[in-house]
């Protein structure tokens, strides 16, 4: 496909105060998220709980594209419609995971490559068919004392990525990029924003190097901060501060946006960060979010598997959705969370 068409569908799913819902927990995580709350993760509840996100009213507002797992965009509404058709009906885009986990990395203790480029072309071919317009991609970049992530995690993970997108944008579908540098450990915001940094550099030189067209990405990167069970913790402002400092030396002003991963911070904290980097001004790319739990988190607990919850665990959804589209402008501030609670 011409690279034209792919930045269109880029700059679709990045469009003013929009973002991402990444509904495309893999079979595990979505077991353990249903297990927070005491749900069996059958088939049927897994396509309950994502209809109740997908036919949240209004909810287009904000939210452009929704990212799905391999068995969801099989699936259907109780109304019989195929789920990507339901979304392509209040305008938001489908995605598609199409990698296939973070398995161990031979030689590498401790570090892990994603698998998933065996057959690709072929799947990523039926996924259009399916309705799919963008994919996506992880790899996982630990931090663990001095000498993890080596380089030759960062490279050979950077080169999985590439060879992924170079398929994508081949199948018309966009890329979402997606190095996530883990957030787990001790390490401090400084060691973050260096391993964030070796990570984004061997990212862009292999995309570039396999030819990938910058136009028609998208990236998914980590937010540069302290390790959660850093004793210093860096604040919102900082982090934001690090987080662009950071993106300005790698990312190149051809993409059009960067989509964050919420990786385990508060529902609050991701949107107040997404925020504070809007406020800074212009940037050279969209800034914007693609988030898993920071979407998700208070509508999984509200609805808790039983079927009179519905409503409100789309209120809750639609909210998080509303907050975040607030700080795709820099307009998010903590009052607005009660002031929408009791709307
Ligand atoms: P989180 O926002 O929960 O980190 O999930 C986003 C995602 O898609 C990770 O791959």
């Known amino acids: 496909m011409a690279v034209e068409e792919l930045h269109e569908i880029a700059k679709a799913i990045v469009a003013e105060g929009k973002g991402i819902l990444a509904a495309d927990e893999s079979d595990g995580t979505i077991q ?66 199409v990698d296939k986990g973070a398995k161990p990395l031979a030689h590498a203790e401790g570090e892990t490559i994603t698998e998933g480029l065996d057959g690709l072309r072929d799947r ?70 260096e391993v964030t940094s070796r990570t984004l550099h061997g990212v862009f030189t292999e995309l570039r190097d396999q030819r990938v067209q910058p136009e028609g ?66 940037h050279p790319w969209q800034l914007s979010f693609s988030y898993g739990r920071a979407l998700q988190a208070p509508a999984l607990k509200a609805w808790a598997g039983k079927p009179e919850n519905v409503p409100a665990a789309q209120r809750a959804y639609y909210h998080r959705a509303k907050m975040n589209s607030a700080a795709r402008t820099g307009m998010y501030a903590p009052e607005m969370e009660r002031e929408a609670v009791t709307a």
């Open 124 to 193: 990523l071919e039926e996924y259009r068919g399916l309705g799919a317009r963008f994919a996506k991609w992880r790899a996982v970049i630990s931090i663990k004392g001095d000498t993890i992530p080596s380089e030759y995690c960062v490279w050979t993970n950077a080169h999985a990525l590439a060879r992924y997108a170079a398929l994508a944008q081949e199948a018309g579908l966009v890329p979402i990029v997606e190095p996530e540098v883990l957030m787990d450990g001790d390490h401090t915001i400084e060691r973050s924003f």
């Open 32 to 97: 353990k998220r249903f297990d927070s709350i005491g749900v069996e993760s059958t088939e049927e509840n897994r396509r309950a709980y994502r209809e109740l996100l997908f036919t949240t009213e209004g909810v287009e507002e904000y939210i452009s594209g929704v990212i799905l797992f391999d068995e969801t965009i099989r699936q259907r509404s109780s109304a019989g419609t195929p789920f990507p058709k339901l979304l392509e009906s209040k305008r938001i885009i489908p995605g598609i995971k």
């Open 217 to 282: 990405i998208l990236l998914k990167p980590n937010m540069v901060l302290s390790g959660y069970s850093c004793p210093v913790q860096a604040s919102d402002a900082e982090v934001a501060a690090e987080t662009v400092r950071c993106f300005r030396r790698h990312v190149p002003a051809a993409v059009p946006g960067i989509v964050f991963l919420s990786g385990g911070q508060s529902d609050e904290q991701a949107t107040a960060r997404l925020s504070a980097m809007n406020a800074m001004g212009e």
